[in-house]
């Protein structure tokens, strides 16, 4: 089916690899033969919530090979494009462990008071008081940037407000657009082909979501593989007018 | 300037009788002579937090003639549309004191569990359990109904997000549009003429914003004078394309 062999995966998770608490079938196969060919890989996720190690043990715990250094979350390439183009900064957080971690990692100092930079992402404890401060330091000129604008998280409980959610808040307070990093944007995808050393046409990026995976790869110029196991169907395609380079029904069928 | 003399006024606050703690001058002028001249008149407000009582007593202070009964707020007609169109309704409330109180007073239950009825307005304690309650019941298919959508809140502090910044964030996590009851759409409007017991024709809209109280008359057939003391200006009628029937600087400037 495919004619060149990758040099690097672009993996998402939830949908392609696992839904909710059980793993798709094929994905477990489909990683263990990328470790066999040593073909690189990052799990590129648009969750800012969790730290990498927790990433990395949740897969594990389905039987998915994953170190902490192999997940590459939103949070993660927010905090290095502030580092790139803020270094420095004082930044104001709306969101959970994962962000505030990142940031600090990178060396940013994470305050509520005259920040330079405002950092949303999802936040399950957002409030009245974070909408407010984020939206009054952005109207007094602080940058402004979203994690990621997934509308909804897709939960037991339900489709849950998600990171699209807190920020369209935060943009509407503050009358102004933020700087998104998560996918569709190709921020997250620049850095993430620089971790593995993979120029685009080298790198093929694996996933469920018409929206969001596979239009990352169909604006950055990258091969994308879409699974149908997660939201979107191959009747989605004509659908939504998002192309993927290639579609398969489980992960089992594809041939690396 | 006017050619007819309005049974009945509609007349906005914020802007046009007085700016944060100070009365416009004119304003107490214009009212004391409506008093005189017997002519019938409401103070409408989108804000929905406070009592028709606080709003009196705030207006008073500033010795304008007010009474609880001539201050009707987007709480007041959104209690009155849910018990017109959804009598004995359970109502999920996203609100503060003003509209709570307004919806027990005619009669709904007011209550977080499987409602058949969102109402949503400003609330300073928002928080991301309120989003998800609501999100997740209209999604479940509650009518979701919006006091109002003003953008933001002018305050001593700043901008501060309002109702409309509320409901934008729960129209997205819920995928549906909200009934809006406050200016300008022409819910409140109707209602506010069955109790002034005026026609369109007869009444005059009294405000300084174009795009709530002079789009409100636009919309509703009804006249409209324009005082340039708040938010807009004579210039930002070009811009707005929503033209006033009246123009003045200062509302003694206004014969009745």
């Keep these: 089916m495919n004619q060149k062999r990758y040099q690097g995966y672009l993996i998402d998770l939830d949908g392609t690899l696992y839904r909710g608490i059980e793993v798709i079938p094929g994905a477990v196969h ?13 799990y590129l996720t648009n969750n800012s919530s969790r730290l ?15 170190t902490p250094e192999q997940v590459y979350t939103s949070a993660l390439a927010t905090a ?11 930044v104001l957080v709306v969101g959970e462990e994962g962000l ?23 936040d399950r404890s957002f409030d009245y008081e974070k909408l407010k401060r984020a939206s009054l330091a952005i ?26 959610t807190i920020n369209i808040a935060i943009s509407h307070a503050s009358d102004t657009k933020p700087i998104v990093i998560g996918k569709p944007e190709t921020i ?11 120029k685009p046409d080298e790198t093929l990026i694996v996933g469920d979501n018409l929206e969001t995976d596979i239009l990352t790869g169909v604006r ?9 196991t997660g939201v979107h169907s191959r009747q989605d395609v004509e659908k939504y007018n998002i192309t993927p380079t290639f579609v398969v029904d489980y992960l089992d069928k594809w041939e690396i």
Tied chains: 1, 2.
Excluded: C, W
């Design 30 to 42: 489909f990683m263990k033969r990328l470790v066999e060919q040593n073909i690189p890989y990052l």
């Design 52 to 66: 990498p190690e927790q990433v990395a043990k949740h897969l594990r715990g389905f039987g998915l090979p994953a």
């Design 80 to 90: 290095q494009y502030v580092q790139k183009n803020y270094p420095g900064s004082k």
């Design 100 to 122: 505030r971690h990142a940031l600090i990692e990178v060396g940013m100092t994470v305050t509520d008071h005259e920040p330079d930079v405002v950092v949303a992402g999802i």
């Design 139 to 164: 109207q007094d000129g602080a940058t402004y940037i979203a994690t990621n604008v997934d509308r909804v998280l897709p939960t037991e409980e339900g489709y849950l407000p998600g990171s699209g």
């Design 188 to 198: 997250i995808l620049q850095y993430a082909m620089d971790l593995l050393h993979t």
């Design 220 to 228: 950055g110029g990258v091969d994308t593989l879409m699974v149908t």
